[in-house]
């Protein structure tokens, strides 16, 4: 009988290759496999492979968790996609071509503000929305970096607005599955970041690559490089917004790392992490809103949730229940935040036995976020492993295996 998930992910492929128009043996030639492996693969009577999946994605132009069902796909029509992300990509090409018109650029302090508010909006998921002001954020940053041609404080602060402004368009289309579009988006950064006057956002701009580019294309290795790089470049100059990014960069390694097997680096740049936590807490706290800087937060609980993240990748489900156990999260954490948590939780509930907590912690994820537990691949990954642990599956259980798909 076919694996659910392998299942679920076939189907996917297959819709995403209607829409792109290829056939079998089109998407076959563009990923490099064959048409048979293919077939089986939609149908559900064959697993793909991680490598296969990789390639698959590449050639549809979508991230891996599209395939396995990220949520934000959903949300939004592919007509209503297309309408707002094909702006932004013309405005993305037309970055460094001079305006043809002689209208007054905005105020760096106006753009500062609206760059402020659509990072909000984003970190709430809110993807229309921004996908909506993009176009003229762009627009406008570009004008600005045109207009301050003298070098000093103002133009550096046009390229940093620019660098936050294509850091922004890089994640969502990401979590739209666009990659192309943020593959752009961040190589845009690439070229603002430096000129910015500010080392912590070339720092940042490498992490995002890490994250959106080497994790999507199965090379951890390649993210690990990165944040070598990034922390080898960014001199710890004791300010406390320093920190809170060197601290990011050293998780972000530490996960990369444990994708990998490789267990004591990643033991090695979780430590470090946990030596800045304590100064990275009270740059966090400093912010209004509390982690608002660079849009990365960092303290304990980062460390904690970094220690989990490990655990789970080391197939150490004792220790992952153990240290949720005492993840403590504020009030004000993001809803998808802590379902994400709540989800992670669970897995390693069920992998230890823990089958009512497992249950337990997937309905609290799904009154967090509805959205994001029905598609998450992790929810479909539990769900699976509390049935087949359950020759009679009580009814809570296959309420929620209804609901979410599996």
């Known amino acids: 009988m076919p694996e659910t998930n392998d299942k679920h992910i076939g189907v996917r492929i297959r819709e995403f290759r209607i829409i792109r128009d290829f056939s079998l043996a089109e998407l076959g030639r563009r990923a490099h496999v064959s048409t048979s492996q293919l077939s089986r693969v939609e149908t559900g009577e064959q697993p793909a492979s991680p490598s296969v999946l990789a390639a698959v994605a590449r050639a549809l132009e979508v991230t891996l968790s599209v ?3 990220q949520p934000y796909i959903h949300m939004l029509q592919k007509d209503q996609l297309d309408r707002l992300l094909a702006p932004i990509s ?30 909000e909006k984003r970190a709430k998921g809110e993807f229309g929305t921004v996908a909506e002001a993009l176009p003229g954020l762009i627009t406008d940053t570009a004008l600005a970096v045109q207009t301050y041609t003298v070098p000093g404080r103002d133009r550096e602060r046009a390229h940093n607005l620019q660098a936050e402004i294509a850091r922004t368009t890089a994640i969502v289309a990401y979590r739209l599955g666009y990659m192309d579009l943020a593959r752009l988006a961040l190589a845009r950064m690439a070229v603002a970041a430096p000129h910015s006057g500010d080392p912590r956002q070339v720092a940042v701009e490498r992490y995002e690559r890490a994250v959106i580019t080497h994790a999507e294309t199965s090379r951890p290795d390649r993210g690990v490089a990165l944040m070598r790089q990034a922390l080898r470049d960014l001199d710890d100059d004791g300010d406390p917004a320093t920190t809170a990014v060197r601290g990011t960069l050293l998780l972000r390694a530490s996960a990369l790392s444990a994708v990998q097997k490789d267990h004591t680096a990643a033991r090695d740049w979780l430590g470090q992490a946990t030596e800045l936590a304590e100064a990275g807490a009270a740059a966090d706290a400093a912010e209004n809103p509390p982690g608002s800087r660079y849009a990365l937060a960092f303290g304990e609980l980062n460390v904690n949730l970094g220690r ?14 153990r240290v949720a156990d005492d993840v403590r999260l504020p009030e004000s954490y993001q809803p998808t935040r802590v379902a994400g948590f709540l989800i992670r939780r669970a897995g390693a509930e069920a992998w230890t036995a823990r089958h009512d907590d497992a249950l337990a912690s997937l309905e609290q994820a799904r009154a967090k976020a509805p959205q994001l537990t029905r598609y998450h691949p992790e929810v479909h990954q539990t769900v699976g492993t509390l049935l087949r642990a359950r020759q009679r599956a009580a009814e809570p259980l296959r309420e929620f295996a209804q609901w979410s798909g599996v």
Not at 97 to 110: F, G, M, N, T, Y
Not at 308 to 321: G, I, N
């Open 90 to 119: 013309s405005a993305l090409d037309a970055w460094d071509i001079p305006a043809e018109d002689d209208l007054p650029p905005r105020s760096l302090d106006d753009i500062a503000a609206d760059t402020k508010a659509i990072a």
């Open 308 to 321: 989990l993240d490990v655990a789970m990748f080391q197939d150490d489900y004792e220790t992952a229940v």
């Open 67 to 69: 395939l396995h069902g």
